[in-house]
């Protein structure tokens, strides 16, 4: 881990750029130089957005190493991330602390298709660049609900080499799941070695579910709830071939074929009587932190 929260970059946590991508999905970015001197992808930060507020992880989506900034994109699903995307340029992040996790494993594979989902496509992101720069064959295939929201396609289409586009309601490109598109591919013929995918359980899994029958080596970002995020609580722990593994040291990625999505799925719900509750509660408050 490069820092701590503390030093300098408490000071320059500072958003410099926000844009909403798609609705309820912000990019941001913070002022951040160590961490976005050490970053690589496949890392996350764990970010609290006011003292009094808990810690969620987030993806590091970029990093400018000479200017000193990292680009996050999440998506408003909760409490906390209400109150992030509440914040505006200039205003500081109470704290930012990473990169955290192990980096993804960057190699010449051959022919790799990265597969995202929601807001899932803003974190294949870095990893379908690195994985083109290492000289690899890219497939883009993304997907979303509806087209409006759907990000970061151009994007991807100006780094891989074809970008497959879909939506569970067919408002834009092909009308369904991006599991269907990569079975599609892979029926036609197309060879491919490896696969990289992020986005909800469920579309983790029938990706998993579609590469299994192939052997292809596929690889998921776990996205268990995680407290910490440094190894100590066990929030975040997951099944991998039947052994428990903490997401934010051993993963967050993790072999699809042995991950147990069912029990990763179960855990993200544990809580969502109380999830419910506070953002109620913050929303009754006027949105106070
Ligand atoms: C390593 C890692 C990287 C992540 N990167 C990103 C990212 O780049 N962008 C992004 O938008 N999100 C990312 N997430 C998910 C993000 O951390 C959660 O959406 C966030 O913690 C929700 O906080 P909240 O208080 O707003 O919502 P909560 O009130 O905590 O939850 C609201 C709803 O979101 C679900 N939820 C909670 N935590 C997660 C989770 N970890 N994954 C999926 N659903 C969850 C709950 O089940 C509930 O339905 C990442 C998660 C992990 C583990
Ligand atoms: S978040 Fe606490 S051990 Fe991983």
Not at 124 to 140: C, F, M, S, W
């Amino acid at each position: 881990m490069a820092l701590a929260n503390n030093g300098d970059d408490i000071i320059m946590y500072t958003i410099v750029d926000k844009v909403e991508l798609a609705e309820g999905i912000f990019k941001i970015v913070i002022n951040a130089p160590l961490i976005a001197r050490n970053w690589k992808p496949g890392q996350f930060i764990m970010i609290m957005v006011n003292e009094s507020g808990e810690r969620i992880p987030l993806t590091i989506v970029d990093g400018d190493t000479a200017n000193g900034k990292i680009s996050l994109i999440f998506q408003v699903v909760g409490k906390t991330t209400k109150l992030l995307a509440l914040k505006n340029v200039g205003e500081k992040i109470y704290s930012v602390t990473g990169p955290l996790g192990k980096p993804s494993e960057i190699s010449k594979f051959g022919n790799v298709a990265v597969v995202g989902g929601g807001v899932g496509v803003a974190e294949i992101l870095p990893q379908a660049k690195a994985l083109k720069d290492a000289g690899n064959h890219v497939i883009g295939i993304v997907g979303a609900r509806s087209s409006n929201k759907l990000i970061l396609v151009k994007e991807l289409e100006s780094i891989c080499d074809k970008v497959y586009v879909c939506t569970d309601d067919g408002s834009l490109g092909y009308k369904g799941f991006v599991s269907e598109i990569l079975s599609k591919i892979l029926r036609e013929g197309q060879t491919i070695d490896y696969v990289y995918s992020v986005g909800p359980v469920a579309m983790m899994k029938a990706v998993s579910e579609v590469t299994r029958g192939y052997r292809i080596r596929t690889v998921v970002s776990a996205n268990p709830i995680m407290v910490d995020g440094t190894g100590m609580c066990g929030a975040c722990r997951v099944l991998v071939g039947g052994e428990i593994k903490f997401a934010c040291v051993d993963g967050p990625d993790f072999d699809a074929h042995q991950l147990d999505f069912k029990t990763l799925e179960l855990r993200l719900k544990a809580y969502t009587k109380y999830e419910m509750k506070a953002l109620e509660d913050f929303r009754r408050s006027g949105c106070n932190g």
